[in-house]
């Protein structure tokens, strides 16, 4: 069982509202990783951290930012949420020591709904 | 997709078949992944195999990986109705420090 942890798993939103997608992870790990999913589809990646205070964008352009303070938590923020923010954020967490990773481990996601 | 083609993009077989799903990437890497994903859930890790390494095997799944032709194959033998999902490769690019992952392949294992 993965000890990363993502809340809340659902949230129904209006449009213009500030949310924050919680996201921690108890196994020491650097890297975190925020992604973007619509149902059926590619994962996107829309932010990563390899480190405390360490954070980048993705490959896919966001409004949202993220923040690292602490090892174990990487929360990610939409100041202004609209409707075509609507998808599924999945959040995950590796070890890359020495130059080498290991595997990643995803929370169970939050399904996010702008209406 | 952002990391390479996977196909096929779907696939449907009958239990008991043989899946086979391929995945190209296009930068040098260090390992390469293979996940799963049920509908609607987080993905969850199968097996990784390192650049190295040609061949791993993992009950019923056999990866290969080819760094030359910048591909790898994920077998699934004897499949179950348990095993349709979707099954997505990824690879480390960035320095090494972004997980990207394939468009994915979506199997559809019939009773």
């Known amino acids: 069982e993965a000890d990363i942890y993502q809340t809340p798993r659902y949230l129904v939103i209006g449009t213009g509202k500030k949310i924050t997608l919680e996201c921690s992870q108890t196994m020491g790990h650097d890297k975190m990783y925020w992604y973007q999913q619509d149902p059926g589809m590619e994962l996107h990646l829309i932010h990563y951290?390899?480190?405390?205070?360490?954070?980048e964008k993705g490959d896919l352009s966001s409004e949202s930012t993220v923040s690292r303070i602490r090892t174990e938590h990487f929360p990610l923020t939409l100041e202004s949420a609209r409707p075509s923010h609507t998808s599924q954020y999945l959040c995950?967490?590796?070890?890359?020591?020495?130059?080498?990773?290991?595997?990643?481990?995803f929370g169970q996601g939050t399904r996010l709904t702008v209406v | 997709s952002q990391q390479g083609e996977e196909d096929p993009q779907a696939l449907s077989i009958q239990e008991g078949e043989n899946a086979t799903m391929n995945c190209s990437y296009k930068t040098s890497i260090n390992n390469l992944q293979w996940y799963r994903q049920n509908s609607g859930r987080g993905l969850v890790h199968l097996i990784l195999i390192r650049s190295n390494e040609r061949e791993k095997h993992s009950g019923r799944l056999r990866v290969t990986l080819d760094t030359s032709k910048k591909s790898s194959s994920l077998l699934i033998t004897a499949s179950r109705a348990a095993d349709t999902a979707s099954y997505f490769c990824?690879?480390?690019?960035?320095?090494?420090?972004?997980?990207?992952f394939g468009a994915g392949t979506r199997l559809a294992v019939h009773p």
């Open positions: 951290s390899y480190g405390v205070n360490s954070t």
């Open positions: 990824a690879t480390f690019s960035g320095g090494y420090n972004k997980l990207i």
């Open positions: 995950a967490s590796s070890l890359g020591t020495g130059g080498y990773n290991t595997e990643a481990f």
